[in-house]
């Protein structure tokens, strides 16, 4: 066997590898030690750990680069060690050392070092500045195991400062199974419960549009006031609302929002006053629609504060603000309207326009607007997506945020925003990235209409807290989509001459898609009618093509 090595060899003598690739599946994941090269073959020699048997002869692509032998082993030991050092330190600790120590265990999962912190005679209901304990931090991180143990050991289910329970916060977390063991554990919990924010339990759990976590609630002993059947004064259905005060300003040093109106400042040094918003949350008995909306017009989640809408707020105050000043807007799907609202308030549009469709949201909506003094400045008005005689003149831009929830919006969507859309105006979007149905297809189907397209990610400062009264974990708690998911930040423009590019053929997944497509034409005037049957207007939607997995939709200017 020659032993000339190559200077250009993979491997050299005593590198630690692993194989990989070998036809013998028993022999792929062993670990050795290069040993030497034979240059004629071009295989190592590799002295597998721990067997006294001859070296294997292994070609270069059956072998890869393993960590050290035995460094598992050591950092193990490592670990072990240490945490025998920390154990014979428990007793030396105070009250408060130990009582930190268990929140970070809870915090962190670690169910052993909780059980043995405990047995130390930690305070199993210590509590941070903000007032959280160690049930408050597992449930925030969604450590099961680490509930159960204090629940068994004790822990109380204490509000925090603001009024939260560790209930509220495995609610917001969205963790169904997180949320039944807590409630298992603690048959005397109160569902109904408010925090500070005026938020029950209850209410929290609706604002999730998790059924399982709905049941969870529901089935509590403590939810049979919201049962007409055992409670006869339950009304159809019980409402919680707060007006939040939001600061866009900024956070001081511990992460809590500005407490004073006008004391924020935009990135430019610009004042930024403090804006007011209500959301109500709504539970109607048993009936989940209620809450989800059997029809558009009976859908109830505009009446919440949604996480996209935040982060497009954040942008209209900030880095929109001087593309917006002068210009009339529109907000499509606006709910709460707080975009709309920073518009009127921090951008300086000439004019605003917050729209949508259900009736209770558009009373909340006109209320948010009067609450920041927009009455002449900003308007609300129902658009019906799907009836253009509902839609207004158009815009010089347009607001919207996380507008898809299906593949049925879509065609409706693609027709209202050219419609609604000056030439030369810009739409700005704000959406979360998620594999919902028609997401996809509304931003793609909005460049095959002739706009340019810029995608940019959220500045971390949109997803700070700016919450008046409440500090980083509150909000984190309030609006946990903001860490959960992965927001975007885009722009279509069009151009002063896209209307003659607006002939584009739009794909739309699913057959079913036909009925959902047409958009209502307003009735033509007596004695007139448009040619084919279709109404004059400035976009005129229809089937091109139809098949068996697709349909396609001609948006024509008109």
């Known amino acids: 066997m020659a032993e000339a090595w190559p200077t250009d060899a993979a491997f050299a003598r005593g590198d630690e590898v692993e194989l990989i690739g070998l036809s013998k599946e028993h ?7 290069v040993t030497s090269y034979d240059c004629e073959k071009g295989r190592f020699s590799i002295q597998l750990s721990g067997s006294g048997a001859l070296p294997l002869a292994v070609r270069p692509q059956n072998l890869t680069r393993a960590a050290p032998l035995g460094a598992a082993a050591e950092e193990d030991e490592e670990e072990a060690a240490e945490h025998e050092r920390w154990l014979a330190a428990l007793p030396t600790m105070t009250a408060e050392n130990l009582g930190e120590e268990l929140l970070e265990a809870a915090r962190y999962g670690e169910s052993r070092e909780v059980g043995e912190l405990l047995a130390a005679w930690a305070n199993i209901d210590y509590t941070d ?57 603690y048959p005397d ?23 399982a976590i709905v049941n969870a609630v529901l089935e509590h002993a403590s939810a049979s006031k919201l049962d007409p059947e055992e409670n006869p004064d339950t009304p159809d259905a019980l409402t919680s609302e707060v007006t939040h005060v939001f600061h866009f300003g900024g956070v001081d040093e511990n992460g809590d929002a500005a ?20 959301e109500i949350n709504s539970i109607g008995g048993d009936d989940p629609t209620a809450v989800i909306g059997a029809t558009a017009n009976d859908d109830r989640t505009g009446l919440q504060i949604w996480s996209a809408s935040l982060v497009l707020s954040r942008w209209v105050s900030d880095g929109l603000a001087p593309r917006l000043r002068g210009k009339a807007i529109c907000e499509l799907g606006a709910g709460c309207a707080l975009p709309a609202i920073a518009a009127a308030v921090h951008a300086g549009a000439s004019r605003v326009l917050a729209t949508d469709l259900a009736l209770p949201t558009m009373d909340n909506m006109r209320f948010n607007l009067e609450l920041n003094g927009l009455g002449g400045r900003a308007s609300a008005e129902v658009i019906d997506w799907g009836d253009r005689g509902t839609w207004p003149e158009p815009f010089e831009a347009l607001l919207g945020s996380d507008l898809v ?15 609604l859309l000056a030439p030369g105006g810009a739409f700005f979007y704000v959406a979360p990235e998620t594999n919902r149905l028609g997401e996809r297809d509304f931003l793609e189907g909005l460049v095959a209409l002739g706009f340019s397209r810029r995608d940019e990610p959220v500045p971390q400062r949109y997803l700070a807290n700016v919450l008046d009264g409440s500090n980083a974990d509150d909000f984190g708690q309030i609006f946990p989509e903001l860490a959960q998911r992965t927001y975007t930040l885009y722009t279509f423009r069009r151009e002063e001459d896209t209307h003659a590019t607006l002939a584009q053929c739009v794909p ?33 939607l229809s089937v091109v093509a139809t098949g068996a997995s697709a349909v396609r939709l001609r948006l024509v200017a008109r």
């Open 27 to 33: 022999l792929n994941g062993a670990r050795g030690l």
């Open 508 to 540: 739309i997944v699913g057959f079913a898609m036909a009925a959902a497509a047409a958009v209502r034409q307003p009735a033509a005037p007596s004695g007139q009618r448009a040619a084919g049957g279709a109404a004059e207007g400035p976009v005129q």
């Open 405 to 419: 929830y299906s593949n049925e919006a879509v065609p409706q969507l693609l027709a209202l925003v050219p419609a």
């Open 189 to 211: 919990a109160d569902v109904l419960a408010k925090n500070d924010f005026g938020k029950s339990v209850s209410t929290e759990a609706f604002g999730r549009n998790d059924p």
């Open 129 to 185: 500045p903000g007032g959280n304990t160690a049930l408050h931090r597992a449930c925030a991180n969604g450590h099961t195991a680490v509930v159960l143990l204090l629940a068994r050991e004790g822990a109380r289910l204490l509000k925090n400062d603001s009024g939260n329970l560790a209930l509220h916060w495995a609610v917001q977390r969205s963790d169904a199974k997180l949320v039944q063991a807590l409630l298992d554990a």
């Open 259 to 278: 407490a004073a109106a006008g004391d924020g400042c935009g990135p430019a040094g610009r004042v930024l006053s403090a804006l007011q918003c209500r």
